[in-house]
């Protein structure tokens, strides 16, 4: 198969590119899944812009740029925070529902969250993400230039590294500096037929998000594998800030309420966070005090580390989040998803509390690029939570990622729109798929067992608190784990669970080593060694070439 862009992943960064190409574009999207199965449709608050006069640019810079820990790129920050209108005024065009206040500058309700110092919030409800995922799922649908491939996982990128070895980078005849590898495509598994494909395409965007999974606990589905950042190692892409895994605060605590997160707008409405029965004379309290002045508003990081805390403190199980204070009407109008599913665990919300604990949410770090989501390989870019764009710094302010998602997407459709390449590689230029050396496994345990090891091993070791005995700890485990499964995947056809495997090793290894070279405690990454804070604020780059440094 032939397109002019092929897309890895269906969330909002992957629609986004898609329908702002498909005009003149031949465009294909690739879905691990179902269309609507990845994280987007899950994200409950909504979408972080300015959009009230009240608000400003430089309250939302500076707000982000505090809760990034000093590590937040200003021009990428600035660039996001000023683009943000525009992309709003898009999904409005295109019908998104969006929960409307009469009484507001835009015709639509703004709600506070956590970090931030304006009500700059725009939602539809608390389901924003399905709701946006649902307008834009519709259109691509319709659009007769998007071919959509479900149930299609990508395996790797072909490179014309992988196509002509010998002809791209290093140092030609003439001590000129060849031209690197381009992206031409990519091997495909399509899960309904068993088989990889070969996929061309002149461009090619990584919008696979974020590896939620690498954890034992997380609020993100189970397709968030890290997939695109593995695949983007492996091909020569830098990778960055791999240590900045945000934990969501708040995620419920019940045995049959998997990945359910409670949005931060809980808390931006009056939510609190008390210590539950089990605390002794604690029990009841308002701990947030205890730990930052800015209470249950403070950013994500600063929250779960006291959630963190106080359960290994009084020997927990979880904490109480209570909103019971707010009128009954109020709650059912502002949280009408999270107050139907705590009913179907038993939990009136608008009498009792929620039992929660922290979960892994949100990676910071990814593949590296520019603004216009270009990597370091030419015809290869990545968008939304696959990218690192310096947005984030060392902690993520709650609800820019789907600003970025839509900010960094239409940059990279006009970048794509604005080049004049055509395919240079034909179907005879690139390699089949050879799996003539290998055969279907008898068992599948290894796999099973190597997934739910390094997603413990992770929990344990690398997780909202860290030490370098435990992270040293788990790079000695986890190079056992890839090279076992690397085996594995060398000798046996492929599945979709040995891909997901692999990729989840290969992003839990990068995640170790970003960490371990990260001599001090900022943001997201605290480590008891180095408890201190460094006068210079760095990001952590892992270059493929050079290993880790």
């Known amino acids: ?110 709600t506070r969250e956590g970090g931030h110092s304006q009500r700059r919030i725009i939602h539809a409800a608390d389901e924003t993400g399905h709701l946006v995922q649902l307008t834009l799922e519709q259109q691509v649908r319709a659009h007769h230039n998007i071919a959509l491939l479900e149930h299609h996982s990508a395996v790797e990128l072909i490179t014309s590294r992988i196509a002509t070895p010998e002809g791209d980078g290093g140092i030609d005849e003439d001590g000129g500096k060849r031209q690197p590898a381009r992206c031409l495509g990519a091997y495909v598994y399509d899960e309904q037929l068993g088989r990889v494909q070969t996929i061309l395409a ?16 997380t609020s993100n589905p189970d397709t968030s594998t890290g997939d695109g950042i593995a695949m983007a190692w492996r091909a020569g892409c830098r990778i960055a800030n791999m240590e900045f895994m945000q934990f969501h605060p708040t995620c419920m605590y019940h045995p049959q309420a998997k990945s359910f997160l409670v949005s931060e707008a809980v808390r931006g409405e009056g939510g609190v966070l008390r210590l539950p029965a089990g605390a002794g004379v604690d029990a009841g309290k308002r701990f947030m005090a205890w730990h930052d002045e800015r209470l249950e508003l403070a950013p994500r990081d600063v929250v779960a580390r006291a959630i963190d805390f106080e359960i290994k403190k009084h020997g927990l199980t979880h904490v109480d989040l209570d909103l019971s204070h707010r009128s009954s009407e109020f709650i059912r109008e502002h949280f009408p998803t999270i107050y139907a599913r705590c009913l179907e665990f038993g939990i009136d919300m608008t009498r009792e509390a929620i039992p929660v604990v922290p979960a892994m949410h949100f990676t910071c770090g990814g593949v590296v690029v520019d603004l216009d989501g270009c990597t370091d390989i030419p015809g290869l870019y990545a968008v939304g939570e696959t990218a690192y764009t310096g947005l984030h710094g060392a902690n993520r302010l709650a609800s820019n990622s789907l600003l970025e998602c839509l900010v960094i997407g239409r940059n990279v459709a006009h970048h794509i729109d604005a080049q004049d390449h055509a395919l240079s590689a034909t179907q005879s230029d690139v390699p089949g798929w050879d799996d003539s050396r290998t055969s279907d496994a008898s068992e599948a345990v290894l796999v099973t067992h190597a997934w739910d090891e390094v997603r413990r091993l992770m929990w344990n070791y690398v997780g909202i608190v860290r030490t370098q005995k435990r992270l040293n700890r788990a790079r000695q485990r986890i190079a056992m784990l890839e090279q076992e499964i690397e085996d594995y995947y060398q000798n046996y056809r492929v599945t979709s669970a040995l ?13 170790i080593e970003s960490a371990l070279l990260r001599k001090e405690s900022r943001g997201l990454h605290y480590c008891q060694d180095y408890p201190w804070i460094l006068p210079k604020a760095l990001p952590t780059v892992l270059t493929p070439e050079q290993g880790f440094r």
């Open 1 to 110: 198969m032939k397109f002019d862009v092929l897309i890895v992943g269906s969330g909002l960064a992957g629609l986004t590119v898609a329908l702002h190409l498909a005009a003149d574009k031949r465009v294909a999207v690739l879905s691990k899944k179902a269309l609507l199965d990845g994280a987007s449709n899950w994200a409950q608050g909504g979408i972080a812009a300015v959009l009230d006069s009240q608000d400003s640019h430089d309250e939302h810079i500076a707000d982000t740029l505090i809760a990034g820990a000093g590590l937040c790129d200003i021009e990428a920050t600035r660039h996001m925070v000023e683009q943000g209108r525009s992309a709003i005024d898009w999904l409005i065009d295109l019908g998104v529902p969006f929960t409307p206040d009469q009484g507001a500058e835009l015709g639509f309700h703004l």
């Open 202 to 217: 002149t461009h090619v965007v990584l919008a696979t998000g974020g590896a939620g999974k690498v954890y034992l606990h």
């Open 499 to 511: 891909l997901e495997c692999r990729n989840l090793i290969q992003v839990a290894t990068l995640v």
